[in-house]
């Protein structure tokens, strides 16, 4: 079964950059497509980006446009959401899934889906 691994979040100020990093182990990423997502504390969780298995990217959340961008390195079965200009309503847990198929803001229609990693943004 695919397993999926959040990684990269944490604490940054106002203004700062991550990456988050989300790397399958078991199966390849290749044939399926990878969204992320957020959870904000006391939210419900939202769609932020996705991207295709043939590297199509969309972004759902009109606040991030212009900010994030979401690659993939099938040869590392990484999928990767770089986060530059960050907000504090930023602030979330992001989780990634994958799913079969085209791109998807429901978070449920992915079958498979990460543990989250905590970004926050904070002075």
């Known amino acids: 079964q695919l397993q999926l691994v959040e990684s990269g979040g944490g604490l940054v100020q106002p203004g700062g950059s991550l990456r988050l990093s989300c790397t399958a182990s078991?199966?390849?990423?290749?044939?399926?497509?990878i969204g992320w997502f957020r959870q904000a504390p006391g939210k419900e969780r939202e769609g932020v980006s996705c991207i295709s298995s043939s590297g199509g990217g969309t972004n759902f959340a009109d606040s991030i446009k212009g900010r994030f961008t979401i690659s993939r390195d099938n040869a590392k079965s990484t999928v990767y959401l770089q986060m530059n200009g960050l907000k504090p309503e930023d602030t979330a847990v992001y989780y990634c899934?994958?799913?079969?198929?085209?791109?998807?803001?429901?978070?449920?229609?992915?079958?498979?889906r990460g543990q989250g990693t905590q970004v926050t943004v904070s002075s």
């Open positions: 899934a994958a799913r079969r198929g085209l791109c998807s803001e429901f978070y449920t229609s992915y079958e498979y």
């Open positions: 078991k199966f390849t990423l290749d044939y399926v497509t």
